[in-house]
C-alpha cells in the first residue's frame, strides 16, 4: 500500500471519529438547550473552543500567512452562520428529521464542487450520494411535514456543504492547527453577534457547564482540526459521505444508552450509509490510482 493511500485512510478513519463524536452529543444538546437559549449555548461553546485553541496554536496562526488566514475566517463565518440556521431549525422540527435534513449537505456537496470548482464527479460517487440520502431518510423519518424549521436546516444543509468544498480546496497539510483555530474564532464571533444586544447568558448548573465543555473542546475544537487536517487528504464529496456515518453513531449511542429501541430502519439505515462509504472508500475511479498526479492535485489544487 503506497503512503499516500495510508494517509487518505488514515484521514478517513479521523473523520469516522469524529462523526461518532459528534453523534455522542445529541443527548447533551438537547438537555442543555433546554435549559439555556440556543445562541447563548453555541456562544459560550465555541469562545470556549476558540479561546483554548488560539492559547494552544498561536504561533501556527501566525504561520499560515494573511492569505489562508482570510480563508479561515470565511469558512469559519460560513460554519457558525450554518450552526445557528441548524440549531434554530431544530427547534421547531423533531431531532430526526433535524439530522436526516442536515444530512443533505451529503448532496449539496458534490454539487456545489461541481458549479464552484469545475471539478468531475464520478458515477461511484453520485451512487454513493443516492445510497447515503436513502439510508439518511430510512434512519430518521416516519413522514415529514415541510415548514419554517425544515427550511432553516437545509439552509444549514447548504452552507455546510459549501463549508465541506471550501475546505478540501483550501487545506493545506501541515497547515491544520492554524487553520481550525483561525476557523473556530469566526465560528464563535458569529454565534457571539446572534447574542446581541444582551450578550450570552452562562450555563446555569455544573451539568450543564460539563456538557458545554465536552461540546466545546471535543466536539468543537478536536473535531474542527481533526475535519481540517483530514480534509487536506481527501476530496471533498468523500468526505461528506464518510460525514454522513454521524446518525448511524447517533441511533448507536441512542440504543445503548437506552433513549431508543433497535428497529429494522436503523439497521437497514445504517447498512446503506455505510455502504455509501464502502463504495467511496475501496471503489477508486477508473484510470486513477490513489497515488497517481491527477488524484494528488484534486485534494490540493488552489
Known amino acids: ?125 453520485w451512487l454513493a450520494v443516492l445510497l447515503s440520502t436513502a439510508g439518511l431518510a430510512l434512519l430518521s423519518l416516519n413522514g415529514v411535514s415541510i415548514n419554517a424549521g425544515v427550511w432553516l436546516t437545509l439552509a444549514s444543509a447548504a452552507l455546510y456543504g459549501l463549508h465541506i468544498v471550501g475546505l478540501g480546496q483550501w487545506s493545506r497539510q501541515g497547515e491544520a492547527f492554524g487553520m481550525s483555530a483561525v476557523q473556530m474564532v469566526a465560528i464563535a464571533v458569529v454565534c457571539l453577534m446572534a447574542t446581541l444586544p444582551h450578550g450570552p447568558t452562562l450555563p446555569p448548573d455544573r451539568a450543564a457547564w460539563l456538557g458545554v465543555l465536552y461540546m466545546a473542546l471535543i466536539a468543537g475544537a478536536g473535531a474542527m482540526l481533526m475535519q481540517t487536517w483530514a480534509q487536506s487528504h481527501l476530496p471533498a464529496a468523500r468526505a461528506a459521505i464518510v460525514m454522513t456515518t454521524e446518525p448511524v453513531f447517533a441511533a448507536a449511542f441512542a440504543v445503548t444508552l437506552g433513549s431508543d429501541v433497535l428497529t429494522w430502519r436503523m439497521l437497514a439505515g445504517g447498512a446503506l450509509v455505510l455502504a455509501a462509504m464502502y463504495m467511496v472508500e475501496l471503489w477508486p475511479p477508473k484510470n486513477t490510482s490513489a497515488d497517481s498526479p491527477s488524484a494528488e492535485s484534486m485534494h490540493h489544487e488552489v
Open 1 to 125: 500500500m503506497s503512503a499516500t493511500r495510508r494517509t487518505e485512510l488514515l484521514a478517513t478513519f479521523g473523520l469516522l471519529v469524529m462523526t461518532a463524536v459528534w453523534g455522542s452529543t445529541f443527548v447533551l444538546i438537547k438537555d442543555v438547550v433546554a435549559r439555556m437559549p440556543v445562541a447563548d449555548f453555541l456562544a459560550v461553546r465555541f469562545a470556549i473552543a476558540a479561546a483554548v485553541m488560539l492559547l494552544m496554536f498561536a504561533k501556527p496562526v501566525l504561520q499560515i500567512g494573511r492569505k489562508q488566514i482570510a480563508r479561515g475566517l470565511l469558512l469559519g463565518a460560513i460554519y457558525g452562520v450554518g450552526q445557528l440556521l441548524q440549531t434554530w431549525g431544530l427547534s421547531l422540527i423533531a431531532p430526526s428529521v433535524s439530522g436526516f435534513v442536515t444530512g443533505m449537505y451529503v448532496v449539496f456537496t458534490p454539487i456545489l464542487a461541481m458549479l464552484l470548482l469545475r471539478q468531475r464527479i464520478t458515477g461511484v460517487v
